[in-house]
């Protein structure tokens, strides 16, 4: 097929494709219209003969000039390739792209340009074309890059693929005359094997977004995050395939009120001083600007460390260049305006803006956040401060063989009995109002949860069960505001111990997670004495480096 059968030229200049699905060189365009122009008398569709200005100019094979009035269209530019195509003047140009490497399946390459994707998330390019496997070539295509005689977002583009099932990966190219060149090597991801619409399901995984601190209870402290992941029931590797999942091609998910598609996470951060301007402050999420010409730029504020007048943010650029001290910041949404102060620091993102997955534990991207309970000691993440932290071992404890309504206790075992003294109250409770149960400094076990029960030996001998919602690692739990007098007073001295699990079973299974700093033995008690009474059931079990468990043997009491 000759280009002749697909394309078109009209009297005014428009260069237009009429059929087929062929596609051509710019070279080939020139040549063609070089053809045309020296034909005695233009017909038919082909309005150019030695008569008409010159149409076209080549300085390269790769690099062809069309001479006004002679132009093409969008249209007309998804069936050229390799090289650039200036018309207007300059005021306008496509340039040459080429993806080389390899991908797995079929994947559909994206380009994101100026924060849009370039022909939505399918493209006219679908898996490939005009590709040369022997070369290693993916795909070769024209994108504008200048229009109006405005260079979009300085000729920056950037690659992506992004597809289910793959693993990801992008390449930021600034584009120009001729060809320029993305590489992107993708292949099958062996721990993103779960059907999308299953995945699609998993509603339940939560991200609190926004700076925020995590404390690991790995002795670090509270340290600065950009979110809070929740992986709720799920496993590890199930969170990094729902964050794969808000993130692909063809996502309808919004992430810091970015299309999905379209978020990489943390890219710059900078501290600033002179907070000030109209309006309100600075909010999370909001988009920033900043420059003009050559040096402007705007990002997404996706963690703030507001001081007053000044701070710290972490951003993710999405059009331009970042900034320099001392450009001004300016809030699109607050109007607000402050100052760079000192160097600006460029951090490199993941693919999966979660970070990676070994199959059984995360190692995440700068800034990503999860939540404490939810890390084993295999999982690594990196606070806003660039420090690796990683978790203490958090083992989880099942009691299997319920049945829904079963009165359930599971607490430290001495020998085969409860361990009631496993601590003992250092003040007497006997007033109202009371928020802190103070056992001694150093005698909180370290691996108790933050939250859960206490089991307090009242002076009557009951033991009394009481929430608590925290405690300090070592003298204090802080508890409800609650009634010690009398007859639930308790002198200092009593027992007080942590029921692990103090419930009536919600399941037939029920589980606990702990932090895991030594072996211990546990005492497991089960009791349902109502309809279809059973036997009070009785047991210890071995929590190790690896958690542990125990299943209630029913014997019926009828």
């Given at each position: 097929m000759a280009i002749a059968d697909d394309f078109t030229v009209a009297v005014n200049g428009d260069i237009r494709h009429a059929s087929g699905t062929t596609r051509y060189t710019v070279l080939a365009l020139h040549r063609w219209l070089q053809d045309l122009a020296d034909q005695a008398q233009?017909?038919?569709?082909?309005?150019?003969?030695?008569?008409?200005?010159?149409?076209?100019?080549?300085?390269?094979?790769?690099?062809?000039?069309?001479?006004?009035?002679?132009?093409?269209?969008?249209?007309?530019?998804?069936?050229?390739?390799?090289?650039?195509?200036?018309?207007?003047?300059?005021?306008?140009?496509?340039?040459?792209?080429?993806?080389?490497?390899?991908?797995?399946?079929?994947?559909t390459l994206q380009v994101v340009q100026d924060n849009v994707l370039y022909d939505t998330d399918s493209p006219f390019w679908g898996t490939g074309i005009n590709t040369d496997p022997a070369a290693n070539i993916l795909c070769r295509m024209l994108i504008k890059t200048r229009t109006a005689g405005a260079d979009v977002d300085g000729k920056r583009v950037r690659v992506y693929a992004r597809e289910w099932g793959a693993t990801f990966a992008e390449f930021e190219v600034t584009m120009g005359l001729g060809n320029s060149v993305a590489a992107i090597f993708t292949s099958q991801d062996l721990n993103n094997?779960?059907?999308?619409?299953?995945?699609?399901?998993?509603?339940?995984?939560?991200?609190?977004?926004?700076?925020?601190?995590?404390?690991?209870?790995?002795?670090?402290?509270?340290q600065p995050y950009y979110s809070q992941w929740n992986k709720a029931s799920y496993s590890i590797n199930q969170l990094y395939e729902r964050a794969k999942y808000i993130a692909r091609r063809g996502t309808t998910e919004t992430i810091h009120g970015l299309d999905g598609e379209l978020f990489r996470g943390i890219t710059h951060q900078w501290a600033y001083d002179g907070e000030g301007g109209g309006g309100t402050a600075f909010a999370e999420d909001e988009h920033i600007t900043w420059g003009s010409g050559l040096t402007a730029g705007e990002a997404v504020l996706l963690a703030l460390n507001d001081a007053g007048t000044t701070g710290t943010m972490w951003v993710q650029l999405i059009k331009g260049v970042p900034p320099t001290?001392?450009?001004?910041?300016?809030?699109?949404?607050?109007?607000?305006?402050?100052?760079?102060?000192?160097?600006?620091?460029?951090?490199?993102?993941?693919?999966?803006?979660?970070?990676?997955?070994?199959?059984?534990?995360?190692?995440?991207?700068?800034?990503i956040g999860i939540e404490a309970a939810d890390l084993s000691k295999d999982d690594k993440?990196?606070?806003?401060?660039?420090?690796?932290?990683?978790?203490?071992?958090?083992?989880?404890?099942?009691?299997?063989?319920?049945?829904?309504?079963?009165?359930?206790?599971?607490?430290?075992?001495?020998?085969?009995?409860?361990d009631f003294?496993?601590?003992?109250?250092?003040?007497?409770?006997?007033?109202?109002?009371?928020?802190q149960v103070d056992v001694g400094a150093g005698n909180i076990p370290g691996d108790t949860p933050q939250t859960g029960f206490l089991r307090i030996e009242l002076d009557s001998g009951i033991y009394r069960q009481v929430a608590y919602t925290a405690h300090d690692g070592s003298r204090?739990?802080?508890?409800?505001?609650?009634?010690?007098?009398?007859?639930?007073?308790?002198?200092?001295?009593?027992d007080v111990f942590v029921a692990y699990l103090d419930k009536v079973a919600a399941a037939d299974t029920e589980q606990f997670t702990v932090k895991y700093t030594a072996p211990r033995t546990m005492f497991i008690r089960a009791r349902w004495g109502g309809t279809a009474p059973i036997k009070t059931f009785e047991s210890t079990a071995a929590l190790t480096t690896g958690g542990g468990s125990a299943t209630v043997n029913r014997i019926s009491d009828e």
């Open positions: 233009g017909s038919g569709n082909d309005l150019l003969d030695i008569t008409s200005a010159t149409p076209s100019a080549r300085a390269t094979d790769n690099i062809i000039t069309l001479n006004a009035p002679y132009n093409i269209d969008d249209a007309a530019a998804e069936y050229l390739y390799d090289g650039s195509i200036t018309q207007s003047g300059g005021d306008v140009v496509y340039s040459g792209l080429v993806v080389v490497g390899s991908v797995y399946g079929a994947t094997m779960t059907a999308s619409v299953t995945v699609a399901g998993w509603t339940t995984i939560t991200n609190t977004e926004g700076y925020q601190t995590i404390d690991l209870l790995n002795g670090d402290g509270a001290d001392p450009m001004t910041i300016t809030g699109v949404t607050s109007g607000r305006t402050c100052e760079i102060n000192g160097a600006v620091t460029a951090r490199s993102v993941s693919p999966v803006f979660l970070g990676q997955s070994t199959g059984s534990a995360i190692i995440g991207a700068f800034g993440i990196f606070d806003l401060t660039n420090t690796l932290r990683t978790p203490p071992n958090n083992v989880i404890f099942y009691v299997y063989g319920l049945e829904i309504g079963d009165r359930v206790l599971v607490t430290w075992a001495d020998g085969s009995n409860v003294n496993q601590m003992t109250l250092a003040t007497t409770l006997s007033t109202t109002g009371r928020t204090y739990f802080t508890i409800p505001s609650t009634d010690f007098t009398d007859p639930n007073d308790a002198t200092s001295g009593n």
